[in-house]
């Protein structure tokens, strides 16, 4: 394994756009240092030796991407191709970059995140930057003007992530690239930043630090939603292209073993459960985005019911095959002005611990009973994770290792399953039966009880201290 020194003085002069010349970012004395990962001076160590994006060019000279060409007839190979390298180096904002090398050996890099340097790194290199004051108005909009990134907040920040992880027009990560062999994208914001190795560390009250995943959770289910409402938009409205478009519905309604047929005269579970009174056999929309938006922003403690309903319009829209192109677009339009207009709550929206407990109060009790398919039971317990995570650091006396535990059996329960080396791509032994079931056994380990609760107080309304 090579050491820090020689991977960064081989990268040193690498990260460095065409249009500025001699300049590049992982000079020793900007963010090249060898500091701790994180630390100020280090954002280009830490990105070169640690970040998941470093390596996003490679990955498209591996076979896998060689055979996704061949299967999918791009007039280019992988790591020359428009339609990989927009997300896998590339920024919307500045396409030409694709044509420079060496900077496209380098993924996703600075540029991609924080937006094309070539208007403001003369300034960025002076002394005076550093004085900036990035809480100013005028500073944030000079800086915005120029082309460097806003991610002060974190709306933005998700808003810049779901650009790649859950597409936009023009970065797409379609059902005939799925077939051909891309991984499908599930993202989830509060997830994708806890594995994400941070090369900064951005001071933070106290208040924002112990509530970040909760709110981080919040914030991404509305943009994740918004950015897949506009893809959808996008979708609905080309002229070309494949038409629905499969990875828009529920990947394993259709990719299924067919039980019936195999385990004789007992049913499989969809049959038994009945199809939730849609047409045995129809298109089921995918749930990824859009089937906890309804528990992120309660009002008086019930599920949000206007989003509800103008989500379920969607999906009806979306799954009768006899729906106008105007109904449906109506309907989108429709559930995307209630989302946009729930983050500019959610954002500034103080969160207590008794809101907190009382979503997982709702995830693990009336939201289960609604648990259909992987994509629900793997956001439901995402959620909870994040939820968990605010609550321990809001107040140590709701730090559970029992939930940990908890959460951590019930994320075991949804992966792939592995036989004789073949991870098989799809979860073919889920079964929601299970699923409600183990969460409904184990959904008194995930209620926040409070250590120095007297003696039958646990049993009472309000368990929460104050
Ligand atoms: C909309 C953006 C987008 C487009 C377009 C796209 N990708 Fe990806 N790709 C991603 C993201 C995001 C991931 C990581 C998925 C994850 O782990 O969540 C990924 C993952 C991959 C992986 C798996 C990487 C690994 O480490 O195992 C391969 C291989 C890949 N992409 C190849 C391609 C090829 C080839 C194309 C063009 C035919 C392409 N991608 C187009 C966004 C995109
Ligand atoms: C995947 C996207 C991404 C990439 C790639 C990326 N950054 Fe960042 N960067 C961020 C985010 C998000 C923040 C946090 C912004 C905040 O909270 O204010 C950040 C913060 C920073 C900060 C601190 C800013 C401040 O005002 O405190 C610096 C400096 C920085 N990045 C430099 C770099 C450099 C240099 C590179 C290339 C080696 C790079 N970044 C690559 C997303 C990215
Ligand atoms: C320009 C497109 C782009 C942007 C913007 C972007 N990513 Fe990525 N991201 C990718 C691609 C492509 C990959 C796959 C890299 C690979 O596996 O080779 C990836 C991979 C990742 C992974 C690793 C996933 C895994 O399965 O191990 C994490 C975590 C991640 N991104 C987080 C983020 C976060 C958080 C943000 C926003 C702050 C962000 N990304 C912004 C394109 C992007
Ligand atoms: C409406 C039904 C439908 C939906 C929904 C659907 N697919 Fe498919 N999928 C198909 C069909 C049809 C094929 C082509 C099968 C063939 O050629 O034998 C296919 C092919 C594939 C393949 C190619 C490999 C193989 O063994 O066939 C993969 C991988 C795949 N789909 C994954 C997904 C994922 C992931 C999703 C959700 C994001 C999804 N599909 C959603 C119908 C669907």
Redesign the pocket.
Not at 108 to 114: M, Q
Not at 198 to 202: E, I, L, R, V
């Given at each position: 394994m090579a050491s820090t020194t020689t991977v960064v003085s081989d990268l040193r002069g690498a990260?460095r756009h065409p249009a500025v010349g001699a300049m590049s970012?992982?000079a020793a004395s900007?963010?090249g240092g060898l500091g701790q990962p994180g630390s100020?001076g280090s954002?280009?160590t830490?990105?070169?030796l640690l970040?998941p994006?470093r390596q996003a060019y490679a990955v498209l000279l591996n076979e896998r991407s060689v055979q996704m060409a061949k299967l999918l007839g791009l007039s280019e190979p992988a790591h020359r191709s428009k339609v990989c390298l927009t997300c896998h180096v590339g920024t919307a904002e500045s396409p030409d970059l694709f044509e420079a090398s060496p900077h496209d050996r380098l993924g996703?890099?600075?540029?991609?995140?924080?937006g094309p340097a070539s208007q403001w790194l003369a300034e960025h290199t002076t002394g005076s930057w550093q004085s900036l004051d990035?809480t100013n108005p005028s500073v944030r909009e000079w800086k915005a003007e120029a082309g460097l990134r806003d991610?002060?907040t974190t709306a933005k920040?998700a808003g810049?992530?779901v650009r790649c992880h859950v597409g936009e027009a023009g970065r797409e990560v379609n059902h005939d690239l799925i077939a051909a062999g891309h991984p499908r994208l599930n993202f989830e914001f509060s997830s994708y930043m806890r594995l994400?190795p941070?090369?900064?560390?951005?001071p933070q009250s106290a208040e924002q630090a112990s509530t970040n995943d909760a709110r981080q959770w919040m914030v991404g289910q509305m943009v994740s939603a918004r950015q897949s409402l506009d893809l959808l938009d996008h979708r609905l409205s080309r002229k070309t292209g494949p038409s629905p478009e499969l990875s828009e519905f529920d990947c394993y309604a259709c990719h299924h073993d067919l039980h019936t047929a195999q385990t004789g005269p007992g049913l499989g579970w969809r049959q038994s459960e009945g199809f939730s009174g849609k047409n045995p056999g129809g298109l089921s929309w995918g749930t990824w985005h859009a089937a906890l938006l309804p528990i992120v922003a309660p009002s008086a403690g019930q599920p949000d019911e206007e989003l509800t309903t103008a989500l379920r319009a969607l999906e009806e829209s979306l799954e009768d095959p006899a729906a106008s192109a105007e109904t449906r677009q109506a309907a989108l339009q429709r559930a995307r002005a209630v989302i946009s207009q729930r983050l500019d709550e959610i954002e500034t929206m103080p969160v207590s611990a008794d809101e907190l407990a009382a979503r997982i109060a709702w995830l693990t009790g009336p939201s289960a009973d609604s648990i259909r398919d992987w994509d629900r039971a793997t956001q439901t317990v995402l959620a909870l994770r994040s939820l968990h995570q605010s609550l321990g650091a809001m107040d140590t006396r709701l730090r559970s290792p029992a939930a940990d535990a908890t959460i951590r059996e019930l994320i075991e329960s949804l992966r792939f399953e592995t036989r004789d080396e073949v991870l098989f791509d799809s979860p073919r032994q889920f079964s929601p039966v299970d699923f409600r079931s183990g969460l409904k056994r184990l959904a008194p380990n995930l209620q926040p009880v409070p250590v120095s609760a007297p003696v039958g107080a646990a049993d009472a309304p309000g368990i929460l201290p104050r």
């Open positions: 990260g970012c992982a900007c963010h100020k954002e280009f830490t990105w070169a970040d994006h996703v890099s600075c540029e991609a995140c924080h990035r991610l002060t920040t810049l992530c994400y941070k090369h900064w560390n951005a």
